[in-house]
């Protein structure tokens, strides 16, 4: 682990030496859809050539994911949690759901298992509801994001957690307003940067003046469908907001769909070993951000590039 274990002080993420930290690293793809990007080697790359320290296994649960088929997707996540761990990076453990509220007894079962499993590894980060929709904060996604949080912490009592919601993960204004009383939780705040502007931005920095820490688990560097056009002057103003504030960063999606958001190109080895043919506009300028906005951290543990 680069920073060690990661904890909340008001608005801002700290390492073990109580620093400001910042993560920059990729999303995986829904699990049930792209079960063979689950892999060790995959992960490997991820770290290696695009220099991330967070990597996201966003699990699937309805559409064919963990409702169905629990193990099968326990088997995925956890390897990407070992290769991960192995690497000495972070890894957001997320349960990639919409509808989490009505899943709450297994959530708790699935944060069981990995918190119990896991939870002495300061590099596991939970993430406990993807993007709830369109619901009430204080009386659905506060109730149950308590209930998971206490089933964790039972187990682990300290690593971070992500804490979902509303409106997909943009109303963090509302949830600071009414915060989950935990010494280390942080807000999800997803967007996409051809849709998602500067109300965004505003509605982040009245959750960060009210004293929340923010975590953006996933951004996509397209329109919130994940397809359409790049707006590059939206992408540059969001990375400013997010130098800024030294918030952390996952980037939707490590996966070969034909769609803008995705860094490959359909046929791109699951395996990692991508050369600049395989890499789609979008992975191409992750790469080089994820990069770039690394260069430091590895530079100070004697990696230069
Ligand atoms: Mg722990």
Redesign the pocket.
Known sequence: DLFG?LQVNGSQIMDKNEKPVSLHGMSLFWSQWSASFYNEKCVDWLYSDWKCTVVRAAMGVEGGGYLTNPESEIAKVTTVIDAAIKNGIYVVVDWHDHNAQNHLPQAKQFFDIISEKY????NVIYEIFNEPLQVSWSNIVKPYSLEVIKTIRQN????LIIVGNPTWSQDVDVASKDPIKDPNVCYALHFYTSTHKQFLRDKAVTAMNNGVALFISEFGTSEASGDGIIDWNETDLWINFFKTNKISTCNWSAFDKDETSAALIPGANPQGGWSENDLSESGKFNRNLIRSLNKDVFKAIGIEY
Request: hydrophobic share 0%; glycine share 12%; proline share 22%.
């Open positions: 274990r939870g002495e590894y300061p682990d009592p300290d690593n």
